[in-house]
C-alpha cells in the first residue's frame, strides 16, 4: 500500500467534506407546524435562520400552544435539515453511514 497514494485520498475526501459542509450551509430548509401557521427555516448545518408566526396564531391565553408550535416546527426543520446532510455526505461516503461522518449539524 501507497502511503502518498492514501494520503492524497485522505486529502481528496476532507477537501470534498469541506465544499459538502459549506454547501450545507448555504441551503435552508423549513419545518412547519400547526398547518403551516408556523413555520422555522434553518440551514443545512442545524442553524435556525428565521421564525415566522401567523397573527392569528398570536394569542396571549394560548402561549404554552404557540411554545409547543414552534418547538414543533423547530424540530421538523432540524429534522430534514440532518436528512439533507446525510443525504449530501451519502454521495462521497457512497451511502455508508460513518458514525462522526455522517452529520454536519453543529452541536
Given at each position: 500500500m501507497d502511503l502518498s497514494n492514501v494520503m492524497q485520498q485522505a486529502k481528496a475526501m476532507q477537501e470534498k467534506m469541506a465544499k459538502i459542509q459549506e454547501d450545507l450551509s448555504k441551503k435552508s430548509i423549513t419545518g412547519s407546524a400547526g398547518g403551516g401557521m408556523v413555520q422555522v427555516t434553518v440551514n443545512g448545518q442545524g442553524e435556525v435562520l428565521s421564525v415566522a408566526i401567523e397573527k392569528p396564531v398570536i394569542d396571549p391565553e394560548e402561549a404554552k400552544m404557540l411554545q409547543?408550535?414552534?418547538?414543533?416546527?423547530?424540530?421538523?426543520?432540524?429534522?430534514r435539515a440532518k436528512d439533507l446532510s446525510k443525504q449530501e455526505l451519502g454521495q462521497l461516503t457512497g451511502g455508508l453511514d460513518i458514525p462522526g461522518l455522517t452529520n454536519f449539524m453543529k452541536p
Amino acid at each position: 500500500m501507497d502511503l502518498s497514494n492514501v494520503m492524497q485520498q485522505a486529502k481528496a475526501m476532507q477537501e470534498k467534506m469541506a465544499k459538502i459542509q459549506e454547501d450545507l450551509s448555504k441551503k435552508s430548509i423549513t419545518g412547519s407546524a400547526g398547518g403551516g401557521m408556523v413555520q422555522v427555516t434553518v440551514n443545512g448545518q442545524g442553524e435556525v435562520l428565521s421564525v415566522a408566526i401567523e397573527k392569528p396564531v398570536i394569542d396571549p391565553e394560548e402561549a404554552k400552544m404557540l411554545q409547543d408550535l414552534v418547538t414543533a416546527a423547530t424540530n421538523d426543520a432540524l429534522r430534514r435539515a440532518k436528512d439533507l446532510s446525510k443525504q449530501e455526505l451519502g454521495q462521497l461516503t457512497g451511502g455508508l453511514d460513518i458514525p462522526g461522518l455522517t452529520n454536519f449539524m453543529k452541536p
